[in-house]
Every structure is written in structure tokens, then in C-alpha cells.
């Protein structure tokens, strides 16, 4: 992205108009204090190849046209949920491989304005496995500034049902699929299963 840039978006009930920004690289890190940071796409912690911009001014308006002062803007403000799925002994991840770099996540998705985190989470998991869950508890609730929400829960399957094929929308090159692995599975790729912050907790029960 070259400076001097205008970039206009509505989020969040503000209008927001960034001026002189620049890429500093693609994943979360050099973040300087007096500056402020927006991301293109919420999804900048699971994809590596996403960029994060510094922000040299920010203009932003509330509906009413009065100016704000915010330190990060969140692009995307729709909420996530994901499960964690246990059956037996091994839990439920997905395995991405993207750019070149291997990671897992739980499956889920974002939460529809039109129904409750438990039926987003219910239908999402339907719909790419076809296991049918019943959430039961909030296992961890992630906030960070500039990001929308994201939930994670302990689920259980209402019965056992053998998995659907898996064929997310993936561009040439990438790959991602589902696999079930044990405990010592997760505790050897930690750092490879995000958010870490998450898998860390799952291993502490």
C-alpha cells in the first residue's frame, strides 16, 4: 500500500477515514505506542498472510458527524464462536495450511445478528461437519481491542454421527481439513493451534 492513501470504512456506528498508512508486516508485532493500528479483515490472527497497517491519522465520526478519539479501529465487529468438540478422548480441530505455514484452529464461525451465539455455533458445526453438537458451557470469552468477540464453548455431540466430507473454500496451494487428535496431540503443537491464549487453557483442566 502506498502512503498518503484514503481509506474510507463504516463500522462499529463510526465513519472512519484513514490518512498516511503503511503495511509493517503480516503478522501482530512492532506495535508502537502513539500510533494507531486497523487490520483489513478480522481474521488477521488465523490468517498469517494478512496485513496490519500503522495508522499516521485517524479521522473518525460518530453517526451524528461529532469526532471520536479511538486508539484502534475494528473493521469487522461480527462475532465468533467456535466449539470445542470432545469425543471420547480426542477433540475436533482444523488443520489449515496456508502460505506455508501450518496451524489448527476449532471450528465455529461468525454469529449471525439474527440468532443467539448457541444457535450460530449449533449451525456452524452442523453445516461443516454434520455432527450435530449441544453447547454446554462458555469455555473461554476472548476480547481484544480492535477486534470483534470471539466464544469458545465445551460442546457435546447429541449423538454420535459420522463426519460429513469438509470442503471449505480454500484458493489453490492451501489446504484445510479436519482431524481428531488426543490430548498430547494439542499439548506438542501449542503453539501451532490458535488462539494459543485458548489452547493454553484447554490444557490447564
Avoid at 22 to 48: A, D, E, Q, T
Avoid at 121 to 150: D, N
Wanted: hydrophobic share 35%; aromatic share 10%; net charge negative.
Amino acid at each position: 500500500m502506498e502512503d498518503s492513501v484514503i481509506i474510507e470504512n463504516q463500522c462499529d456506528g463510526f465513519v472512519v477515514k484513514v490518512l498516511q498508512s503503511h503495511v509493517i508486516g503480516p503478522k501482530l508485532k512492532g506495535m508502537s505506542m502513539g500510533k494507531v493500528f486497523m487490520s483489513s479483515k478480522m481474521k488477521l490472527r488465523y490468517n498469517f498472510n494478512e496485513v496490519l497497517y500503522e495508522v499516521d491519522k485517524v479521522d473518525a465520526y460518530d453517526e451524528s458527524g461529532n469526532p471520536v478519539n479511538i486508539d484502534i479501529v475494528p473493521f469487522d465487529t461480527e462475532n465468533r464462536v467456535a466449539a470445542i468438540i470432545k469425543r471420547e478422548e480426542q477433540y475436533l480441530l482444523i488443520h489449515r495450511i496456508k502460505n506455508d505455514h501450518e496451524y489448527y484452529t476449532f471450528p465455529g464461525g461468525h454469529n449471525k445478528v439474527t440468532e443467539s451465539l448457541e444457535e450460530t455455533l449449533s449451525r456452524e458445526i452442523q453445516e461443516e461437519t454434520g455432527l450435530t453438537i449441544l453447547p454446554v458451557a462458555l469455555f473461554y470469552e476472548l476480547k481484544q481491542p480492535g477486534f470483534a468477540t470471539e466464544y469458545f464453548y465445551l460442546t457435546s455431540e447429541k449423538e454420535h454421527l459420522k463426519m460429513k466430507e469438509f470442503n471449505p473454500e480454500v484458493k489453490p496451494g492451501e489446504i484445510a481439513d479436519l482431524i481428531w487428535v488426543d490430548i498430547s496431540f494439542i499439548s506438542n503443537h501449542k503453539n501451532n493451534i490458535l488462539p494459543n491464549i485458548v489452547t493454553e487453557k484447554l490444557l490447564s483442566i
